[in-house]
Nanobody, 122 residues
């Protein structure tokens, strides 16, 4: 069955860097666009970044553009999110998600990771 398994939660200080990972199994990972979606406390889900099947094209929300970087290793069926210069506003539950788009981001997701709690606090 399809599984997306994320790395564990962390508490970090503002300004530091952090990388999240998402290991995929049960489907042909290289055939799907993938995304990271986050949900901050008392807020709705927010799409943060997406990546095409080969990893050549990446897409970012304005809130993370220039600080976060999405990437993938199709040989290892793994999705990554490199987060730099982290801010307290980045505190959220982060999910990797399989995008349902065919040849572009669809912004609809059929499978989700279990979520990784990231807390940015001094």
């Amino acid at each position: 069955q399809v599984q997306l398994v994320q790395s564990g939660g962390v508490l970090v200080q503002p300004g530091v860097s952090l990388m999240l990972s998402c290991a995929a199994s049960g489907f042909t990972f290289s055939s799907y666009y993938m995304c990271w979606v986050r949900q901050a406390p008392r807020k709705g889900p927010e799409w943060g970044s997406g990546i095409d099947t080969g990893g050549a094209s990446t897409y970012y929300a304005d809130s993370v553009k220039g600080r976060f970087s999405i990437s993938r290793d199709n040989a290892k069926n793994t999705l990554f999110l490199q987060m730099n210069r982290m801010e307290t506003e980045d505190t959220a539950l982060y999910y990797c998600a399989r995008d349902m788009g065919d040849s572009n981001l669809g912004f609809e997701y059929d499978y989700w990771g279990q979520g990784t709690q990231v807390t940015v606090s001094s």
